[in-house]
């Protein structure tokens, strides 16, 4: 492997442990993260030159400050630094690194891209993975056990869709508490399949109707001033389109607290966040819809705006048996009645279980039906019915499941008024 491409590597490696780290509660998996990111870091700063070396030694004492405040939130008392690491000489180093240019200049302001797709490039973002360019094919239809969740938000687009058809009254009436939606719950529980469906909704529903959905991760950025960058491009977009919702995944990784000893970088990136939110909900009446699996690490600001809360729990033990019921019924049984008996068999083994691992088990279940067939029908290319699997076959799948269930996270969820710790 080259030279280059080893470091090319070990960025790509060091941006994907960063952004991971955003996202992850703090614990000592997040640490972790952040400490390969120091170690990749520093190791970067040794083996490239100039600038950049001292760009990558920057970050890595800046992720090392990190990972010591992690340290202290957890009660570990931090070891002095190894002498080994060099010091920084603060006059070489630029205070807010900004990415370099694709091309060996930066281009000046004048010569802006002119077009959407361009300047997305430019920013390191891709227009075809922020827009929904066709309408998803799923539906409200397609979500089992969430008539209170659809109903709310439904009523909310229908409300927004109804004032752009009467904007003289639009006008006079104060919409404040408007500006968006937080969706939250555990992670498996339908948040990014339920913005699918509203964005199926929304562009069936309204003409003008455009759907962006972006994570936390696609928006930070190791770069100081970058994240910024790319907020402000997407929030300008929104305005292009008559009546646009943004979907942001992850939203305590772009907008955690700025209590505490937020960075003074969080804290910039999140009051911008706010003045974009201000700004569209005002005159452009985009909506903003956040979702997290953390709503407490939110900044309080930013949750107050998303005044309308949707949460998204585990599947209760009748939304289980619809889904098997949807998905499964050929392959656990030759009747009605011998399926419904498997779904009883199955059912406790899936307690606590999210969709996600549901959507595992429905995959293990068919793949494992249609091996058996076909080893049973080695001649026959043209059988049409699937085997059903017997309970021990299906125990083989089942124990195979990690079912991760935390009592007191689940109870945080469900009790907003406990998100306010301090
Ligand atoms: N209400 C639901 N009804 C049916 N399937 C669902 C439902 N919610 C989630 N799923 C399934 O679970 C998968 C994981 O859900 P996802 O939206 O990715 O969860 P989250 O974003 O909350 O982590 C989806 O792709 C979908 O197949
Ligand atoms: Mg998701």
New binding site residues.
């Given amino acids: 492997m080259s030279e280059e491409s080893r470091i090319a590597k070990m960025q790509e490696r060091y941006l994907s442990q960063i952004q991971k780290a955003q996202i992850l509660p703090l614990g000592k998996e997040q640490l972790a993260c952040y400490v390969e990111a120091a170690t990749l870091q520093y190791q970067l700063s040794t083996l490239t030159a100039g600038e950049a070396s001292a760009q990558h030694l920057q970050s890595t004492l800046r992720l090392i400050d990190l990972i010591r405040a992690g340290m202290k939130d957890l009660g570990i008392v931090p070891k002095e630094l190894p002498q080994s690491l060099p010091p920084l000489e603060p006059e070489s180093q630029p205070e807010t690194p900004s990415r370099p240019a694709a091309g060996s200049q930066a281009a000046p302001e004048a010569d802006a891209p002119a077009n959407a797709d361009e300047e997305a490039k430019e920013l390191g973002l891709n227009m075809r993975d922020i827009r929904f360019e066709e309408v998803p094919s799923v539906t409200f239809n397609?979500?089992?056990?969430?008539t209170d969740s659809i109903q709310k938000v439904k009523s909310y687009l229908d409300n927004a869709m109804r004032m752009k058809e009467y904007p003289a009254l639009a006008q006079q009436m104060q919409n404040e508490g408007q500006t968006g939606m937080l969706l939250y719950?555990p992670?498996?529980?339908?948040?990014?399949?339920?913005c699918k469906t509203m964005a199926n909704y929304v562009m069936t529903h309204q003409p003008g109707g455009a759907f962006f959905t972006i994570t936390a991760g696609q928006i930070l950025d190791k770069y100081v001033g970058e994240a910024q960058k790319r907020l402000k491009f997407l929030f300008k977009e929104l305005k292009n389109y008559d009546f646009p919702v943004l979907c942001i995944d992850e939203l305590e990784g772009l907008c955690p607290s700025r209590e505490g000893d937020a960075s003074v970088h969080t804290q910039e990136l999140v009051s911008d966040f706010l003045q974009h939110i201000d700004g569209v909900s005002g005159k452009t009446k985009a909506m903003v819809i956040g979702?997290s699996n953390y709503p407490w690490k939110i900044d309080r600001a930013v949750r107050d705006r998303l005044s309308e809360l949707c949460y998204?729990g585990l599947p209760s033990e009748n939304a289980i048996r619809v889904?098997l019921q949807r998905k499964s019924a050929k392959f656990l049984g030759a009747t009605p009645e011998e399926q419904e008996k498997a779904i009883d068999f199955i059912i406790p083994r899936l307690s606590h279980a999210s969709?996600?691992i549901?959507?595992k088990f429905a995959r293990d279940v068919q793949n494992l039906s249609f091996f058996k067939t076909t080893d049973a029908n080695p001649k026959n290319k043209d059988v049409a019915t699937f085997l059903p699997l017997n309970e021990k076959e299906l125990n083989s799948i089942l124990d195979q499941l990690i079912i991760a269930y935390d009592e007191a996270y689940i109870k945080k969820l469900e009790d907003p008024s406990s998100w306010s710790t301090d």
């Fill in positions: 397609d979500l089992i056990d969430m719950g992670p498996g529980t339908g948040k990014t399949f339920f979702c998204l889904y969709y996600r549901l959507d």
